[in-house]
């Protein structure tokens, strides 16, 4: 998805669909409670005075999330606008527009939009430009996220090619830094949705690893994989007792950022589980449901994709990430209840259910 600043006025911004917000206030009684953001009062001129037409009657109440549509007819080069409600004025901040600007680009995809302007900057708000941008930013990256990998798809390319943000200072360097980091978070987090969203005969321990390592090579971060063998010789008794009962092999990754000496950052870790498939072991989990537990490896999921964000902005300073990862399977290896594993501190942990796998590889 190309994003792009524009200063234009918002008449003039060519785009399948230009989105204004809308705010719900009490104190607005003519309008049935609702206060059209700057942005929305333009284009409301430019088109008669139909929004606050729309508004007035009632139909349209600027809840969070709510849209109403509007097409141009030509007194715009937008060919619609889309008015989104920015929920309650007392509570507005950066994640009302991050979720207005999601809502408003999923539902546009889903028509087909594609180019998308959004207008969503607001007046007496105590949300920063800048922060109203990264946050714009996201939502639409966000918003218009699907895992489609192993659908057969008839949408025929269809989906959201290009933002314009429109703002007054588009030329300033900070909004586009907001934009820059937006786009980074956005994307980090629909990489971490991605390892959560492949199946388990695809994402295993070992194909886990493999990933964490391919985004650590491409984003400049150190990485190691301990095997079975070096898990071993340093006690990491939780990790291996639950790796008994699976075929796939376990594995430990470490996910190093440099960002500070370490005289001056003693730093940070960040841990994951790593659960591939959690089948509950020999304590094994009702069948109804059980295809949900290929996501019991989200946190592994969403230390590693923070990793690559962490990558990108480069703060000044150190984190470590930490992802022991196996499955929890039932076998004639197994682990069983009434086992005593000893974990790498030295404790000993007595197993009285299977299903309860997670603490003993954050154990270690």
């Known amino acids: 998805m190309d994003l792009q600043i524009t200063d234009k006025a918002l008449k003039e911004v060519a785009c399948d669909a230009l989105v204004v917000g809308a705010i719900r206030s009490k104190a607005e009684q003519n309008t049935n409670g609702v206060v059209l953001s700057k942005a929305a009062k333009e284009v409301d001129a430019v088109l008669g005075g139909l929004l606050s037409e729309i508004c007035s009657g009632g139909e349209f109440r600027g809840s969070l999330g709510e849209m109403t549509t509007i097409y141009t007819m030509g007194k715009l080069t937008a060919k619609r606008v889309i008015v989104v409600g920015l929920g309650p004025q007392d509570t507005l901040n950066a994640q009302s527009l991050r979720r207005a600007s999601a809502i408003a680009t999923r539902n546009l995809q889903q028509t087909g939009a594609r180019q998308v302007a959004l207008a969503l900057f607001l007046d007496d708000v105590p949300v920063e430009e800048e922060l109203a941008a990264q946050a714009q930013v996201e939502g639409a990256l966000l918003g218009t996220y699907a895992f489609k990998k192993y659908l057969h798809s008839d949408d025929n390319g269809r989906g959201i090619t290009q933002v314009w943000l429109v703002a007054a200072k588009a030329s300033t360097a900070s909004l586009e830094q907001a934009m820059h980091k937006g786009s980074v978070l956005a994307e980090a987090t629909n990489f971490a949705r991605d390892l959560v969203n492949e199946p388990p005969n695809v994402l295993t321990p070992t194909e886990l690893a493999n990933r964490a390592s391919a985004m650590a ?148």
């Open 217 to 364: 090579k491409q984003f400049g971060l150190a990485c190691e994989i301990l095997e079975r063998a070096q898990m071993q010789e340093l006690g990491m008794g939780g990790l291996l007792g639950v790796s008994q009962g699976s075929a796939e092999p376990p594995k430990f990754i470490i996910l190093r950022y440099q960002g500070a000496s370490k005289s001056a950052d003693k730093g940070m870790a960040l841990v994951g589980k790593g659960i591939t498939f959690d089948s509950g072991g020999i304590s094994l989990k009702p069948a109804e449901r059980m295809d949900e537990m290929k996501g019991d490896m989200a946190g592994a999921a969403a230390v590693i994709g923070a990793m690559q964000a962490i990558a990108s902005l480069k703060p000044a300073v150190n984190v470590t990430a930490l992802v022991p990862t196996t499955e929890n399977m039932p076998s004639g290896t197994a682990y069983h209840p009434g086992d005593i594993l000893r974990i790498m501190n030295g404790k000993t942990i007595e197993i009285v259910n299977t299903d309860a796998e997670g603490r003993l590889v954050l154990a270690d």
